[in-house]
């Protein structure tokens, strides 16, 4: 089945700084999504990619939907403490279902 | 985009016993999925439920395990059956609402 690799698996920054994430596939993806889930909670939304090359803000959340169809990026800036959690990508193929990354493990110094 | 309930938020079970998960949107949707997530991992989908019909299961989760219930459009259960610690993760529902898919905010089970 599809699988996407995630990296870095986690990351400590410093408040301040900013934050690059990637997700590559093997197979081709038809949409990209971000999530952050928060201890205790479902998944929450950040982004979604539908095309080729988008590339979306949100906030300070910019996150692109790579041009091969197979890789995808979230970069958040100037992070701060309420950023900290783990954030999965998400993409789905031909079928309505999403496969999930390993995610990536944030936490924030002050 | 949808709002999703999901009950209980967390439950401790005693080994062999069985477990029922409640899933309430406030709309109504096609499709609902369910996922497993195992400490410390990633999300993996169980099964897709449909109205109607029998659920769809993922490769590695069967029907005997894991049976769901899908009596309407805005309402699904899933029964984690003859429990083992090995079950012992979080469960979600998700439906697809808007840009993208909603998820409850899970239950997280421990068998002991």
């Known amino acids: 089945g599809q699988q996407l690799n995630q990296s870095p698996q986690s990351m400590f920054i410093q408040e301040g700084e900013d934050v690059s994430m990637n997700c590559t596939s093997s197979?081709?993806?038809?949409?990209w999504l971000w999530y952050k889930q928060d201890p205790g909670e479902g998944p929450v939304l950040l982004i979604a990619?539908?095309?080729?090359?988008e590339l979306t803000s949100n906030g300070r959340l910019t996150a692109q939907f790579g041009i091969t169809r197979k890789d995808s990026f979230l970069n958040i800036s100037a992070s701060i403490p309420s950023d900290v959690g783990i954030y999965f990508c998400?993409?789905?193929?031909?079928?309505?279902?999403?496969?999930f990354g390993t995610g990536t493990r944030l936490q924030v110094t002050l | 985009s949808a709002v999703i309930s999901q009950k209980p938020s967390r439950d401790i079970c005693q080994r062999g016993t069985s477990l029922t998960i409640q899933c309430q949107v406030d709309?109504?949707?096609?499709?609902m999925f369910w996922y497993r997530q195992q400490p410390g991992q990633s999300l993996t989908l169980i099964a897709t439920?449909?109205?109607?019909?029998?659920?769809?299961?993922e490769s590695g989760f069967v029907i005997d395990k894991f049976p769901i219930s899908r009596p309407n459009l805005t309402f699904s259960t899933l029964t984690v059956s003859n429990m083992s610690p090995e079950d012992s993760s979080i469960y979600l529902c998700?439906?697809?609402?808007?840009?993208?898919?909603?998820f409850g905010s899970g239950t997280r089970l421990t068998v002991v």
């Open positions: 998700s439906v697809e609402s808007g840009r993208g898919y909603t």
């Open positions: 197979s081709i993806f038809n949409t």
């Open positions: 990619l539908y095309k080729a090359g």
């Open positions: 998400a993409g789905t193929g031909t079928a309505s279902k999403l496969t």
């Open positions: 709309s109504q949707v096609t499709m």
């Open positions: 439920a449909n109205q109607g019909s029998e659920a769809t299961y």
